[in-house]
């Protein structure tokens, strides 16, 4: 007899593929996901599930790092000329974007809760031939934006989910929660969905991240060990100009502030406790070859194995960019732009994410990989366990012609496949009840 998760795989692929592409032509970079939440949304429509968005879904003030009003704003008037309607564009504006949908079976069971980002980079996407988004047709469509990170398939696994758990509702017991997260590069958005609550009664919680390794599709980690902790802070260092042969000595040089501390940055001694991490990855400064720099704006991200490890990190790098503006005799300001901190998943859910699967013809489940990295779903995690709830975060692997945020990145979407179906899986094994609650509370 066929396998009906299996029949349902084959059902989905052309749509899971379809829904991937159609984002990864219109990516947008976070806190301006306003026409990728309303497709998701009506995606969504009539599949039984209620649909929470705006204000309702984050707690505006706990955004970190959010666009200019003036960027926001012109991100407004695109998703207008992309076809959002006013009313749903309304509840949005200001950067509230995102979606939470939301299917109550109205009886006795877990609530589950899903997180995917939706957001891409400000990255201009490749179009070299070998790349197979140019080729096929896909490529991105926004001058400057791209899905660089696999957020694209994310999103499409989201849907692709909704779908089964719309056909199976009948069928099902508790509640489900499928959480479409914007913001996630720079670890600005999920702490807002946090605060609003829609973890804090969720028995399990399952996420993951496509490529990652560079993998056959099919190879699923079913958990990850530690995420490292991450800050992000911006420096802007502000002078006073003149001119560079009149009056030299009228001026107080931004870049030359912002260029000693980028040096100095790097310099910091790593600590006998763990991996420890810092990137200066823009620096903005001057006006003209003969004007001495009046502003520099550096973007600079800190990373550490701990939460203390990454707060050493953050400190020093705090007392250098003030060091480097008070011997150039410059301001600092200092903006606090996005934060991850440092978890790991629930290695217990390896042994069930492999039985959950064990029936599949096309997974191949490996206990767990490193991360390496660092992801604000964190917050996520580490909320559910604070309730009392178990928690994972996986790997659907894939071969890949270029590394994450590379303009050519890209990934076999075969993974997708392998990242819905361990999802399912997994879902029906972990509703068979107490026995596997048990085994995880073991």
């Known amino acids: 007899m066929t396998d009906p998760i299996e ?63 003036e960027f926001l704003k012109a991100n407004e008037l695109r998703a207008l000329d992309k076809g959002v309607p006013p009313a749903f564009l309304e509840k949005m504006k200001g950067g509230h974007t995102g979606l939470a949908a939301v299917l109550d079976t109205d009886r006795p069971g877990p609530n589950f809760a899903y997180r995917f980002d939706i957001d891409a980079l400000p990255i201009e996407e ?61 670890g600005r958005g999920a702490k807002a969905i946090v605060d609003k609550g829609w973890l804090d009664d969720a028995n399990y919680f399952l996420s993951g991240h496509v490529g990652i390794h560079d993998l056959p599709a099919g190879a699923v980690a079913a958990a990850t060990s530690r995420f490292l902790a991450s800050s992000k802070i911006n420096a802007k260092f502000i002078g006073k100009s003149a001119h560079s042969g009149l009056e030299p000595n009228e001026g107080r040089n931004a870049l030359l502030a912002a260029a000693s501390a980028t040096l100095h940055l790097h310099s910091i001694s790593r600590h006998k406790d763990g991996a420890t991490r810092i990137n200066v990855g823009t620096l903005h400064a001057g006006a003209g070859r003969n004007i001495i720099a009046e502003k520099a704006l550096m973007e600079i991200e800190t990373r550490g194995e701990t939460n203390e490890l990454d707060a050493y990190m953050q400190e020093n790098a705090e007392r250098i960019l003030q060091a480097s503006a008070d011997l150039y005799d410059v301001e600092l300001e200092l903006e606090h732009m996005g934060k991850a901190i440092s978890t790991s998943a629930d290695l217990e859910f390896a042994g069930v994410v492999e039985r959950a699967c064990a029936s599949s013809k096309s997974l191949n489940i490996v206990p767990h990989l490193a991360i390496g990295a660092s992801e604000d779903v964190t917050y996520m995690i580490e909320r559910v366990r604070e309730r009392g709830g178990k928690a994972t975060f996986m790997i659907f692997a894939s071969p890949l012609p270029a590394g994450h945020h590379n303009p050519s990145f890209d990934y076999e979407e075969q993974a997708l496949m392998a990242g819905l179906e361990t999802l399912i899986r997994t879902t029906d094994y972990l509703l068979k009840g107490d026995g596997i609650r048990a085994e995880l509370a073991d």
């Open 126 to 186: 490749s179009d070299a031939a070998g790349h197979v988004p140019a080729q096929q047709a896909f490529r991105s469509q926004v001058a400057g934006m791209m899905h660089a990170c696999g957020h694209d398939g994310h999103a499409a696994i989201g849907l692709g989910l909704a779908d089964y758990l719309s056909k199976e509702q009948d069928k099902l017991c508790g509640k489900y929660t499928i959480l479409f997260q914007p913001a996630e590069e720079g």
């Open 7 to 69: 029949r349902f795989m084959k059902e989905i692929e052309p749509y899971l593929i379809e829904q991937r592409r159609e984002r990864h032509r219109y990516p947008e970079i976070g806190f301006t996901e306003y026409v990728t939440t309303y497709e998701l949304s009506e995606q969504l429509a009539g599949k039984g599930f209620s649909l929470f968005y705006g204000t309702e879904l984050l707690t505006s003030e706990e955004r970190m790092g959010v666009p200019s009003d």
